[in-house]
């Protein structure tokens, strides 16, 4: 008996498409392995590690959720817990729009465009430390350029990184001057995406700046506002490097800028809890997770899809 | 065109095959430390000690005492430890404790040479597991410029707690932004060597000493000079800018200094023919903190005799004097301090060694690693107003023995 055409036909499509998932498992298996041993599995070790009492390099013990019985009964979890809240307050909604402000002025045609944008993006290029040092030097109450200047308009500055009113806020301003360059770029792109045939057919109805920009740029940008907010979001929760070089723990503001991540430092590497500092990273993740199931509900009100 | 491609790699996997049979005869060890200015010092032994052992080669790895210890418990974790390095008495325990270092006690060494103090620290039950690197003390540095301005004479031996504050408040010109005295929060060049001067104690057999009386009378003194006196700059001013960096930009007049800082104080043109020495001032009685550092051995090191042979060349007459000469520390090792002192021919360096007499070791403890952050939270908390010394120390002994207790 001979397969009739069709059948063979059938019979090869399977064949080849048994062979094209071979390859596409194959091309995305260097990602899944790296996904699997970075993230997934230290995911699951810290959620587990956080159930243990595991301190210094001895022996670990089963001690269930007294980790995080200690945590939520102590007053520095909620403290740090809000000066991250915080600091997120502080950093993103600035950030981000003046990442909007300035991508829109580097979408128009202004002489030296390609250095603004250079010079935007530096701070990505430096490592987090050296930002730290270089701004500690620049907030130092009595020989920092910014007091001295202030001084020079007759204001004598506040003690930027050791009064506690201040210290966060210094901190925040640090974290958006390092992070706009890399938002202004992801929003440039997302500018340049859109087509200019909606600002050419707006003006002959007749729209002015103010109508383009509203009407046109913000719904079609707006998926990329959302990732880059998103992304702000998260980063600004995670922060570590540049609070925890610029506020020491002898620091009188150190506990009005130490953040969830400041702590668990502390715990994991400093104090060698191991197992409580897990418990602090579980919340951190909790936190970043609440937040961003929000975002997701308010991204099926506001964000437009072409 | 195949087949030459066929020979070259067949080439490429003979000569890899090879590779590891070229180096065996080559043994190279990693030799880690976390002080900058030492490493001139521990360069030179090093290369000293491969001069006379061709075919050994050790390497040697700074890395900044912040980092030093995240870096060696995870290398510690990871069974990637390296074959020889710095070990301190606040970590000791941790990984004596964990079976991490190697037991040199089969090298018979001879230890009379060295403070006995510092010998005993690295021996974990009877087993030796560091051989004895140096040791160093506090002393008071005080800059000339500003005594001689004050028409002040210098500080001396004859100098006690009352002197040093009346001195301190003479010197302090708040509106130039000078101050006496630098009264830090800090422990081993801070109100440690305070409170054994006022017979109190710190952690002793495995008891914290922070609800005696002596020791809190101590650490009051110490934490007035700022919060009350207001002879030295508060911490704030101190976040920006650390008690050394303020000392030899002429904003303090007094500071207490380890001896490991001189390489660093005596190579900075801004401070370095300004300023000298004295031994600390007393209280009830004298004391100045000593510490001594040591070289361990990785327990899991493949070459523990090229190691152990190693570390005995290091703790030897003639690395001391290497190390000395480098002003790298004060050596370990009786009789090479002049070495160091040597170095110093300006200023009296003199005085460090001569603490030793009445040197009290740094304290340590199995757990210290676990409560010396916590310490530094509620010593803050004194200085930021919010808690009195009394209650900072109260809460921190209880803290201490619930530590200890587990």
């Known amino acids: 008996m001979t397969a009739s055409p069709v059948q063979r036909d059938l019979r090869i499509s399977k064949a080849r498409n048994k062979n094209e998932w071979l390859w596409a498992y194959l091309l995305i298996a260097p990602t899944i392995i790296g996904l699997g041993a970075l993230n997934v599995y230290p995911f699951f070790d810290s959620l587990y590690t956080s159930l243990l009492k595991s301190q210094g390099l001895g022996p670990t013990k089963f001690i269930g959720l007294q980790n995080y019985a200690k945590m939520f009964g102590s007053a520095e979890i909620w403290r740090t817990t809000l000066n991250t809240l915080w600091y997120v307050v502080l950093t993103v909604p600035v950030g981000v729009f003046l990442a909007l402000v300035l991508a829109a002025l580097l979408n128009t045609k202004i002489r030296g465009r390609d250095l603004y944008r250079g010079i935007y993006f530096l701070p990505m290029v430096v490592a987090p430390a050296a930002i730290a040092m270089v701004w500690r030097w620049i907030f130092n109450a009595e020989n920092g350029i910014l007091n001295q200047a202030l001084l020079m308009l007759g204001i004598v500055g506040p003690k930027w990184l050791s009064d506690p009113n201040t210290a966060l806020a210094a901190c925040a301003a640090v974290g958006v001057w390092s992070s706009v360059g890399y938002d202004l770029v992801l929003i440039l792109a997302g500018l340049q995406s859109i087509s200019s045939t909606y600002y050419e057919a707006s003006e002959i109805d007749g729209a002015n700046w103010a109508q ?59 104090k060698f809890n191991k197992g409580y500092a897990s418990a602090v990273v579980v919340w951190s993740m909790v936190i970043i997770g609440a937040i961003t199931a929000v975002q997701f509900v308010a991204e099926k009100k506001l964000v437009y899809y072409e | 065109m195949k087949k030459l491609l066929a020979a070259l790699l067949l080439l490429c996997l003979a000569l890899t095959a090879l590779a590891p049979l070229a180096l065996a005869e080559d043994v190279t060890i990693t030799f880690a430390f976390w002080d900058t200015n030492q490493e001139p010092g521990m360069k030179a032994i090093a290369e000293a000690y491969m001069a006379g052992h061709p075919g050994v080669k050790v390497e040697t790895q700074v890395t900044p005492w912040d980092q030093y210890w995240t870096k060696l418990e995870a290398a510690a974790q990871g069974g990637a430890l390296p074959d020889v390095f710095w070990m301190h008495s606040n970590q000791f325990f941790k990984y004596a404790n964990a079976g991490m270092l190697l ?135 101190f976040a920006d800018m650390g008690r050394d960096d303020q000392f030899q930009a002429g904003k303090v007049a007094m500071v207490f200094v380890g001896s490991w800082m001189m390489s660093s104080y005596t190579s900075n043109e801004q401070i370095n023919d300004k300023f000298d020495l004295a031994v600390l001032p007393q209280g009830k009685v004298r004391a100045s903190i000593y510490n001594g550092l040591g070289y361990s051995g990785a327990y899991n090191t493949p070459h523990p005799d090229v190691v152990k042979d190693f570390l005995a060349f290091c703790g030897s007459e003639e690395a001391n004097i290497l190390q000395a000469q480098n002003k790298a520390a004060i050596p370990a090792y009786a009789g090479t301090e002049h070495y160091f002192v040597e170095n110093f021919p300006n200023i009296n360096i003199g005085a460090y060694p001569e603490m030793i007499a009445y040197g009290v070791q740094f304290p340590f403890g199995p757990n210290k690693s676990l409560w010396e952050p916590i310490e530094t939270e509620e010593i803050a908390a004194v200085y930021s107003g919010e808690k009195t010394v009394a209650q900072a120390c109260n809460d921190l002994n209880a803290q201490i023995l619930e530590i200890e207790a587990e």
């Open chain 1, 212 to 270: 383009q920009f509203f009407r046109i740029t913000v719904p079609l940008i707006s998926p990329t506002l959302f990732f880059v907010i998103l992304m702000r979001m998260m980063n600004s929760i995670k922060q570590f490097d540049t609070i925890f070089m610029l506020v020491k723990p002898e620091n009188p503001a150190f506990k009005s800028t130490a953040t969830l991540m400041v702590i668990f430092f502390r715990e994991a590497f400093e």
């Open chain 2, 103 to 237: 037991d040199v006690t089969d090298l018979n060494y001879d230890y009379t040479p060295y403070p006995p103090g510092v010998t005993k620290l690295y021996n974990y039950g009877g087993a030796q597991l560091a051989i004895p690197k140096d040791y160093d003390t506090i002393a008071l540095a005080y800059n000339k410029e500003i005594f001689d301005k004050a028409g002040i004479p210098y500080p001396d031996d004859t100098w006690d707690w009352a002197k040093l504050r009346e001195v301190a408040a003479q010197l302090t010109d708040k509106e130039n932004g000078v101050y006496g005295f630098a009264a830090q929060q800090d422990t081993q060049s801070g109100y440690y060597s305070v409170v054994y001067q006022n017979e109190g104690f710190i952690f002793e057999n495995g008891v914290p000493g922070f609800d005696q009386a002596a020791t809190q009378e101590a650490i009051q003194w110490w934490t007035d000079l700022t919060l009350k006196d207001g002879v030295s700059p508060d911490a704030a001013s």
